[in-house]
Structure formats: structure tokens, C-alpha cells
């Protein structure tokens, strides 16, 4: 059995979630650094949701001002919400059916 997933919010303000979790074991959890100007990097490949490509290593968040490079490919598979878009004229960003993306400012 695994635990579906954990939500913390660290005093900072950062909302972190953990996701199948294997049951039965301890986790040593530390605050993620606050990056504010996330930028796409494509390291991986086109999915917004891979940390890997992303220029702070996290998925950016409701803090984050993302900025999509020129030539770059975004694919997104999930519900989005950040604080600031910055869509360059010659990159592409799908959003998939049934998912949202939110920004906040």
C-alpha cells in the first residue's frame, strides 16, 4: 500500500508535495530553496512537469516567474498555477485537454 500523497507548507511559504509514497518507512524532508525566476531549460525533454527542466530543479509553483525561451517546446499534463509568464514569440507551450494554467499576475 502506498500513501497517495503529503502536502507541507514550510514557513517560508513554499507548498511542497510528496507523492506514492512507499508506507512503513521515515523520510527525511528538507525546505526546498525559494527560487522565484524559474526558466525553461529542456534538459529532459518537454515535460513541464520534469524538475530537470527547469533552471532551479523544481517545478515551478504559485511563487515562480517562469520564462519560456525562444525555441523551446513546453508540454504540460497537469493543473498549473504561477505567479508570472514570460512567453517568448518562438516558443511553443501546449496545454493539455482537461487541465488548467493558471497566472496569477
Not at 513554499?14 to 531549460?41: A, D, G, H
Not at 529532459?44 to 520564462?67: F, H, I
Not at 499534463?77 to 485537454?97: D, E, G, H
Given at each position: 500500500?502506498?500513501?497517495?500523497?503529503?502536502?507541507?507548507?514550510?514557513?517560508?511559504?513554499?507548498?511542497?508535495?510528496?507523492?506514492?509514497?512507499e508506507r512503513n518507512q521515515f523520510l527525511?524532508?528538507?525546505?526546498?530553496?525559494?527560487?522565484?525566476?524559474?526558466?525553461?531549460?529542456?534538459?529532459?525533454?518537454?515535460?513541464?512537469?520534469?524538475?530537470?527542466?527547469?533552471?532551479?530543479?523544481?517545478?515551478?509553483?504559485?511563487?515562480?516567474?517562469?520564462?519560456?525561451?525562444?525555441?523551446?517546446?513546453?508540454?504540460?499534463?497537469?493543473?498549473?498555477?504561477?505567479?508570472?509568464?514570460?512567453?517568448?514569440?518562438?516558443?511553443?507551450?501546449?496545454?493539455?485537454?482537461?487541465?488548467?494554467?493558471?497566472?496569477?499576475?
Amino acid at each position: 500500500t502506498m500513501i497517495d500523497s503529503v502536502i507541507i507548507q514550510w514557513p517560508s511559504g513554499i507548498i511542497q508535495s510528496l507523492t506514492n509514497i512507499e508506507r512503513n518507512q521515515f523520510l527525511n524532508i528538507t525546505e526546498p530553496n525559494l527560487c522565484i525566476n524559474n526558466t525553461w531549460t529542456g534538459n529532459a525533454d518537454m515535460n513541464w512537469e520534469d524538475p530537470d527542466n527547469w533552471s532551479c530543479g523544481l517545478v515551478p509553483d504559485t511563487y515562480s516567474n517562469v520564462v519560456i525561451p525562444d525555441g523551446s517546446v513546453v508540454i504540460i499534463n497537469s493543473n498549473v498555477t504561477i505567479k508570472k509568464l514570460k512567453l517568448f514569440p518562438a516558443s511553443k507551450l501546449t496545454l493539455n485537454s482537461n487541465y488548467k494554467l493558471t497566472v496569477l499576475h
